[in-house]
């Protein structure tokens, strides 16, 4: 599946500009999103999997750092990767790249658990070793 | 409890400017629903009550003309005001004032119709009158 | 240029929905927004030309009428139509449709001006004719 | 000044929760910022003031650890705190908490530089020595 991953690409929109004249910074949150959700859909641990399999996947932390401006119509590149997977603990990984220049936006990262349905934390090799299998084989890979 | 309603006071926010340097217009129809909501909070049939009496109000439509521009840290009333009211439909208007100046920035209007819990239209006139009655003498009245 | 034209399509995000488990109507503004600057790039008006022309067209007033539910990671397209212009004034209009089921989500429409860089309304036919021609062939047409 | 410091509290709205029934995370760091301006402006480095002394901040770095859950309507404090200023360099956390509890919400951090009109970095030491000293007294301070 990896080897037919598509890369995540944004449009920045007029109402994520702010009156500096860039993309205001809390964007880059949201788009990290994006990219993440896009990343689990792809290898087969979408939204509506997580669903059947009762699994939801709060975000515990988010990190960002800003290293230069994306403006209004530029198309952004969000490359997520999977730094991190026990099973229990999820930490992804992003970079935010220019999708005409190659030049690096943001670099930044967020942090999960995974939560059943009545919101206790488990272990998705406990809960589903395909999955489980699936996202270890993401581990450290260039998407 | 009309008498002692709260004027509703929202502080424009940076990440709410676009590059025009103004706010951007999207954030109305967000500040009419603040100002919806904390008027049917004011008298008595706030998120809570609609929930306890099994009630949803989604929006069938929404209207904003602007009039002049808000810019970053402007202080602004939003001024809901019930314009129709059947029981099974609600028209809120909304008028968008700048809180020193008195100027008018925007007017609006947002339609409603009541669901129960099953997603079916009900009339809140047979579904709870008391809340029924609240909202009818609410009518056109200036807040 | 119309000949060629692409549909614009939104995948709708998680950070889009709220508690009702729906997209939050306030996006809806939002995704006009985006097909419209789209448009007005694939018909030869977009945001880069208008700057060298030193033109800013300013909402004036929105609308949006909703008929059914946008849900997370539905695609939708918005399909803007020019319905009204005179080189003074612009009327667009705006379908959200589910891009699967085909299912009308919303109708909408926006009314624009234009403003030189001194923020004085202008007619773009004396403006610039050749763009008055462009946005005038486009009337009515479907996209 | 911060004597007389007021606390500031943000009421979480209906368009900032997401489907999972709680605050989507990405609207803490739109909090961050509502806190940080309404913190400068309290202490008399508004973004007025920031204009007129030809000076603007940028975010290089926004993290946010997220601890419980906050729900539509609840009302939150967002506490800044200068942790760090060198007339260069300027680090603010900040707390989240539940205005009712006292519960922590979250924890975050922003780190910031100073640039000039032309975008060089400067020192606020050199350029406005007043400023300067205001900031330097809030270091480390409970706000």
């Known amino acids: 599946m990896i080897d037919s991953y598509k890369r995540y690409t944004h449009k920045a ?10 993309i205001h910074h809390s964007n880059y949150i949201r788009w990290f999103e994006e990219s993440r959700i896009d990343l689990l859909e792809q290898i087969g641990f979408g939204y ?3 669903e059947e399999v ?5 975000v515990l932390e988010v990190k960002c750092e800003f ?3 994306v403006r209004f119509w530029d198309t952004v590149y969000i490359i997520p990767r999977i730094e991190l997977f026990t099973g229990v603990k999820l930490t ?6 220019d999708a005409v220049s190659g030049e690096l936006r943001a670099v930044g990262e967020t942090r999960h658990c995974f939560l059943d349905t009545r919101g206790v934390p488990v272990s998705l090799k406990k809960k589903n ?9 993401c581990i450290g890979v260039d998407l």
Chains 1, 2, 3, 4 share one sequence.
């Open 13 to 22: 929109q007029y109402y994520e500009t702010d009156q500096m004249g860039i």
């Open 48 to 50: 509506k999997k997580m």
């Open 67 to 69: 290293k230069s401006m």
């Open 92 to 97: 992804i990984s992003y970079k935010v790249m």
């Open 54 to 58: 009762g699994i939801s996947s709060p």
């Open 129 to 137: 070793e395909e999955i489980y299998s699936i996202i270890q084989a």
